[in-house]
Nanobody, 116 residues
Framework: QVQLVESGGGLVQPGGSLRLSCAASGRIFTIYNMEWYRQAPGKQRELVASISKGGSTNYADSVKGRFTISTDITWNTVYLQMNSLKPEDTALYYC??????????WGQGTQVTVSS
């Protein structure tokens, strides 16, 4: 199994930046894809960004050019650098790890609120 713990959320003004972190533990060697999702009140959870073991990244159109996903060299931690934040980025942000075999593990989420 894989355990994930997110941190770095908070309240930020529009135009500001935050960096989310997700610390992974357990069977890290089984992970081949790391993802960030978000869910705003009354909306479905959406994929924000993903990064594969090979380094390929993908982003939702709504965050392209503003958000950057990255990992440390050991894949112990995945980051989401969020710049030029907008009120519509307000959501609970979740980290997810996909392991060989297709199972997806989730963190508990960290709240991001963009408001003046």
């Amino acid at each position: 199994q894989v355990q994930l713990v997110e941190s770095g959320g908070g309240l930020v003004q529009p135009g500001g930046s935050l960096r989310l972190s997700c610390a992974a533990s357990g069977r890290i060697f089984t992970i081949y894809n790391m993802e960030w999702y978000r869910q705003a009140p009354g909306k479905q959870r959406e994929l924000v960004a993903s990064i594969s073991k090979g380094g390929s990244t993908n982003y939702a159109d709504s965050v392209k050019g503003r958000f950057t996903i990255s990992t440390d060299i050991t894949w112990n931690t995945v980051y989401l650098q969020m710049n030029s934040l907008k009120p519509e980025d307000t959501a609970l942000y979740y980290c997810a790890a996909v392991v060989y075999g297709g199972e997806r593990y989730w963190g508990q989420g960290t709240q991001v609120t963009v408001s003046s």
